[in-house]
Nanobody, 125 residues
């Protein structure tokens, strides 16, 4: 079992930046592929970014490519999402997720095993 706790959300103006953190506890963090997803009000949860167990491989949704960066620190047992040039359409609850038994988790939410409670990001225009 892995427990995930996100932080770092908040209110920011368009064009600004935020850095989300997700701290894990429980089983060995480095054995899990990690991902970030988001869900806006009235919309389905969507993929944002993923990172492999080693941190070498990453992937992004087209909507955030070039603006967001996912990273992880296996010593601190944390995964991060640096969000730059934020847009109002980035407004959502952001969730980190862990997927075991695989090197890279991919973009399907249904394939992730553990989820955090989410952190809210609001981007004003």
């Amino acid at each position: 079992q892995v427990q995930l706790v996100e932080s770092g959300g908040g209110l920011v103006q368009a064009g600004g930046s935020l850095r989300l953190s997700c701290v894990a506890s429980g089983r060995t963090f480095s054995s899990y592929a990690m991902g970030w997803f988001r869900q806006a009000p009235g919309k389905e949860r969507e993929f944002v970014a993923a990172i492999s167990r080693s941190g070498i491989n990453t992937g992004y949704a087209d909507s955030v490519k070039g603006r967001f960066t996912i990273s992880r620190d296996n010593v601190r047992e944390a995964v991060y999402l640096q969000m730059n040039t934020l847009k109002p359409e980035d407004t959502a609850d952001y969730f980190c997720a862990a997927r075991g038994l695989t090197y890279y988790g991919g973009d399907r939410a249904s394939e992730y095993d553990y989820w955090g409670q989410g952190t809210q990001v609001t981007v004003s225009s």
